[in-house]
């Protein structure tokens, strides 16, 4: 008789035990999903610039982050600024591309990347028919 209830034991103790480990196993997922709050978010702020030589008169920008493009025509003058971009989460790239017609051979055309206030990438283009380019990989 004894030893069926010592069985008995062993048995509820050993369920207790996996309905502990089960439970502890559960908590502790839920608690990683929970770590996602807002604030542990990462947010960066892009813009996108163009600045051309005088005389050049930009017309047209295509920017974007990540496959996102955007595209402005019906530009004029020699300098260009895209609004901010706040990019929240996971960023992988972010591009741009403006078109410019140059006054002569020697016309640039530069366009620049910034990330929270930070230049990242430049790139000039010269010539009469400008269209400079350049990219970011966060």
Request: hydrophobic share 40%; charged share 20%; with cysteine.
């Amino acid at each position: 008789m004894k030893k069926i209830k010592l069985n008995q034991v062993f048995k509820g103790v050993f369920v207790a035990l996996i309905t502990v480990m089960v439970l502890s196993l559960v908590e502790s997922c839920r608690k990683d999903n929970d770590d996602d709050t807002s604030e542990d978010i990462k947010t960066q702020k892009v813009v996108f610039k163009a600045e051309a030589s005088s005389g050049v008169n930009i017309s047209k920008a295509v920017y974007g982050i990540d496959g996102n493009p955007i595209t402005v025509t019906g530009l004029s003058g020699t300098t260009w600024t895209s609004p901010e971009i706040t990019a929240e989460g996971i960023v992988y790239n972010s591009n741009v591309v403006v078109n410019a017609t140059g006054v002569d051979a020697a016309s640039t055309l530069k366009v620049q990347i910034w990330v929270d206030g930070v230049l990242k990438k430049e790139s000039v283009a010269s010539g009469l028919t400008l269209s400079a380019s350049t990219s970011y990989t966060f």
